[in-house]
């Protein structure tokens, strides 16, 4: 699936998007994986409440399904207006 | 309903006036302009605006819809902008079109309220002294509570 990053999460990972490989079957579970790959990614899902979730372009929450997922979105807190 | 996220510049005066023409059962129109403001320590040399393409104009499309659901509306508008904007510059502007002048402000400000922390845009702010993303305010969230 595709994992995009916006504002100080692709600052953080150094990317806008990428393409994931994963079994994880909830978003919770991607971001375990994500974590364990590199420090950039640990310091970027460090505190997971700081972080919002789109799943397929919708606000989502972390314990949302993967199941059929195309593309999942992480970032802080929208400031928009 | 018209929804518009672009980087160039919009013109208010005829955005409103665009808005406004050939209505004849609409006794209120209501716009906000939000505009890019230095109330920093830090002189603000720009304003730079991240979003996330797609995704947004769903999100201020559903926002839009959920208003004209909510209050007896005769049109809604919503422009907002990306890229790098300085002081002085306007961000984003809303429009709504009712009978009733209550309807018309109060969908305004819903469409504000939730267009600052539930559209998909980021604000990181560049002075002198460096770049920083500016925070969501928890008053901003807390906004949500009276809808």
Redesign the interface.
């Known amino acids: 699936m595709d994992v995009l990053y916006f504002a100080w999460v692709r600052e953080r990972i150094g990317l806008p998007r990428e393409t994931v490989e994963t079994d994880a079957g909830t978003v919770a579970g991607l971001v375990d994986e994500l974590r364990a790959r590199e420090d950039r990614y640990a310091a970027a899902f460090a505190d997971i409440s700081a972080l919002r979730v789109a799943v397929d372009q919708e606000l989502s929450d972390f314990d949302a399904s993967l199941d059929g997922v195309r593309e999942v979105a992480f970032f802080p807190p929208m400031t928009g207006g | 309903m018209r929804i518009v996220v672009s980087e160039a510049a919009f013109d208010v005066g005829a955005e409103a006036a665009a808005f406004a023409a050939g209505r004849t059962d609409t006794g209120a129109i209501v716009t906000f302009t939000?505009v890019v403001r230095d109330t920093g320590a830090d002189a603000l040399e720009a304003m730079e605006i991240?979003h996330?393409p797609?995704?947004t104009e769903?999100?201020l499309s559903d926002i839009a819809e959920r208003a004209t659901a909510r209050w007896s509306l005769g049109d809604v508008l919503v422009i907002?902008r990306y890229g790098r904007l300085v002081p002085g510059e306007m961000?984003?502007m809303v429009a709504t079109a009712a009978r009733h002048r209550r309807d018309a402000f109060e969908a305004a400000e819903y469409l504000?309220d939730y267009?600052?922390?539930?559209?998909?845009?980021?604000?990181?702010e560049i002075t002198a002294e460096g770049a920083g993303?500016?925070?969501?305010r928890d008053e901003?969230?807390k906004a949500l509570d009276r809808w």
Do not use: N
């Open positions: 939000g991240e996330y797609g995704m769903t999100a907002h961000i984003m504000m267009l600052k922390s539930r559209a998909p845009f980021w604000k990181r993303w500016v925070a969501a901003d969230e």
